[in-house]
């Protein structure tokens, strides 16, 4: 598998939304349509939520890619 680290810049992001912002879908159609047809995994479990919460420590795969989720490595700036 192809292993994607992602670092998240808040507590959680939906999981249709990380499927683009990885790249492993180009567009948040083909996002929804990957998950509706059960070929997305979330800690091994078949995923078919498209707005299903993903937050740091859980692996998500899909397309012979593993996306490993990680807090920031740094805090977020104040505005």
Known sequence: MNPIDFELRTDFIALHDLLKATGVAPSGGVAKMLIADGGVRVDGAVELRKACKIR???????QGASIRMHAPTRPAPLT
Do not use: K, M
Not at 56 to 62: E, K, L
């Open 56 to 62: 740091p420590g859980q692996v998500v795969d899909v």
